[in-house]
């Protein structure tokens, strides 16, 4: 099973800041790699796909890269809404794996 | 897109019990499902996959051998039975669609399975 490390596991930053979400795998996903936000009481929700692809209604303050085992998830500035616990997945055979979350609190 | 989940309640440990998740707003039939679930407080994890004409199926670990995963692609909705429940099989059962690059892009509001005697 391909196991996702996320780092840190708690950001807390203030609004209008940049954020740098990581996410390690443990052998290559190629960039089968998505990334989640999540808000209590909520289902999560897609921000990227396929490494660095915005899902449809994104804001582009949202970004992805990397490729291989090491992925990077960046909210150049940070709005309100954003603080939450965001996940990365990876689905490079049928079955899927997540990290294990990293909250972005409020500082 | 519109999946909405149903099935969850408490049930006893060693018991069954089926979820289903009606889907629509989506051709279903050309997409794969997925279940996902997340334990109270906890993250999430993947449970089950099924491929749009159910000829590919997958299953997590700790689940293989109790679960089974299915669609009617005729009623749009998607379904899990889940055999032989544990403690730790206690969660939110998420429905999640899948898009054709690997990731899940609809997701319903979850089913609340509680396992407790």
């Known amino acids: 099973e391909i196991v996702l490390t996320q780092s840190p596991a708690t950001l807390s930053l203030s609004p209008g800041e940049r954020a740098t979400l990581s996410c390690r795998a443990s052998q290559s996903v190629n960039r089968y790699l998505a990334w989640y936000q999540q808000k209590p009481g909520q289902a999560p929700r897609l921000l990227i796909y396929e490494a660095s692809n915005r899902a449809t209604g994104i804001p582009a303050r949202f970004s992805g890269s990397g490729s291989g085992t090491d992925f990077t998830l960046i909210i150049s500035s940070l709005e309100p809404e954003d603080f939450a616990v965001y996940f990365c997945q990876q689905r490079i055979t049928w079955g899927a794996t997540f990290g294990q979350g990293t909250r972005l609190d409020l500082k | 897109v519109q999946l909405v989940e149903s099935g969850g309640r408490l049930v006893q440990p060693g018991t069954s019990l089926r979820l289903s998740c009606a889907a629509s707003g989506f051709t279903f039939d050309e997409y794969a499902m997925h279940w996902v679930r997340q334990a109270p407080g906890k993250g999430l994890e993947w449970v089950s996959g099924?491929?749009?004409?159910?000829?590919?199926?997958a299953y997590a670990d700790s689940v293989q051998g109790r679960f089974t995963i299915s669609r009617d692609n005729v009623r749009n909705s998607l379904y899990l039975q889940m055999n032989s429940l544990r403690g730790e099989d206690m969660a939110l059962y998420y429905c999640?669609?899948?898009?054709?690059?690997?990731?899940?892009?609809?997701w319903g509001q979850g089913t609340l399975v509680t396992v407790s005697s």
């Open positions: 099924i491929s749009r004409n159910s000829r590919s199926i």
């Open positions: 999640a669609k899948a898009n054709d690059r690997r990731a899940f892009d609809s």
